[in-house]
């Protein structure tokens, strides 16, 4: 075990592997439950299960994943110490405990909600307070460092909106949370790293490849974002389209200019054929908002919040967390079969999972689609999980 503790996106990989499988497989069980009481019985969480869902893919698995990548990159961004296990240690204690307590409180136990939360904002807190630390400390002003960290705090501020929300408040503090969360910490975290790292990777490996990453672009992202996000929490969908068609029409051009011309290895295509799922993702946003505007109706439902996050969030998460898995424990920089798995599998599951709210049983094709995120992802963590519990086989150290 010494080895998971050695670097930051070790641990936090390591428990986010973990993450992954627990939350989905607790969420596939009481979809089943929920469709066919007769073959297993889960009882309603104390929070209802849709929106504990969100909550716990949103700020235990994939922040898991997130502060593991931020805690090893901020100080190589900024040119300074890589960390001490004291400083990120605490975070997947926190993070991870956080989801142990919380699932079982939805199995059963009765503080374990309450437990959870605490746990997980006692990592979130430690997290932020250290990138914080090192922003603050740095000779300069590395902006994607500084937008990861603002898009942190606003996922921190989720986490105690939910607080308030589980502590007895009205069910608008756990929709500003959820909300908060999908399009105040993940998606600006998401825009962010591919701004600075898919043109980089593209230009170290395509020949003849310019990285193209005005800031401008970020900061538009950002902003839009944001904009989206308060469309959403005062409930005017139908005007969502004027922060969406420009978030549509930004994402499809950058994932035009930034996509390879050139001869491009697996590992990095699917980075790109990950991120183009997000202008599909605001796309169907931007159909949503029109159909709502003319008609009153909710026509896609949970659609384009899926193609977001089993397409753009679980696709690039695959993508890039086996090119950091790949290149930190020294082995080559390529997609191995049980990756290739994962990513094809994740793209079937996007798709089956947005056309289950058009179909006649909604329901047995969301257990379907969750049952096919097990299935594509337990090889993938299985694999990772042994290179974290492992030295790096070219004898470095990390």
């Known amino acids: 075990m010494r080895h998971v503790l050695q670097a930051p996106h070790r641990v936090m990989f390591f428990i986010g592997a973990g993450n992954v499988l627990l939350a989905m497989a607790w969420w596939a069980a009481w979809l089943v439950s929920a ?6 019985h889960l009882e309603q969480p104390s929070q209802y299960a849709g929106w504990l869902h969100a909550i716990v893919m949103q700020y235990q698995v994939l922040a898991s994943f997130v502060f593991g ?23 997947g204690i926190g993070v991870f405990g956080g989801q142990i307590c919380t699932l079982l409180g939805a199995l059963g136990w009765s503080k374990g909600i309450e437990v959870g939360l605490v746990l997980t904002i006692s990592g979130w807190a430690w997290g932020v307070g250290t990138l914080a630390w090192l922003v603050v400390s740095e000779k300069g002003a590395t902006w994607h460092a500084r937008s990861c960290l603002a898009a942190l705090v606003l ?42 790292m898919f043109p980089f990777f593209a230009g170290n490996t395509v020949p003849g490849y310019k990285p193209w990453r005005p800031m401008w672009v970020l900061g538009a992202g950002f902003a839009l974002l944001l904009l989206h996000l308060a469309f959403e929490l005062v409930h005017a969908y139908a005007w969502a389209w004027v922060a969406d068609l420009p978030l549509f029409a930004l994402t499809a051009y950058l994932c035009w200019r930034w996509w390879p011309r050139g001869k491009a290895p697996g590992l990095l295509m699917v980075l790109f054929v990950g991120f183009a799922w997000l202008p599909v ?85 969301q257990v379907i689609a969750a049952i096919g995120w097990l299935v594509a992802f337990t090889p993938w963590v299985a694999r990772i999980g042994r290179i974290y519990l492992s030295p790096r086989i070219d004898g470095k150290p990390g």
């Open 35 to 40: 469709r066919w009481p007769g073959v297993l």
């Open 69 to 91: 990548f931020l805690l090893t990159t901020f100080p190589k961004w900024m040119g300074l110490p890589e960390l001490r296990r004291a400083r990120y240690l605490p975070v």
């Open 155 to 196: 996922g921190l501020i989720g986490l105690f909106a939910w607080a308030v929300f589980v502590a007895g408040g009205s069910a608008m503090w756990a929709f500003v949370a959820i909300k908060l969360g999908t399009f105040g910490f993940l998606l600006p975290v998401y825009l962010t790293v591919a701004h600075r």
């Open 281 to 365: 993702t605001f796309a169907l946003y931007l159909v949503q908002s029109i159909a709502y505007l003319q008609t009153g109706v909710y026509m896609l439902g949970r659609g384009p919040a899926h193609a977001l996050f089993v397409g753009f969030f679980g696709s690039v998460l695959v993508a890039m967390v086996t090119r950091v898995t790949q290149g930190h424990s020294g082995r080559p920089l390529v997609m191995p079969a049980v990756a290739w798995f994962a990513f094809v599998a994740v793209q079937f599951v996007a798709v089956v999972r947005v056309a289950a709210e058009f179909a006649g049983d909604p329901m047995r094709w």
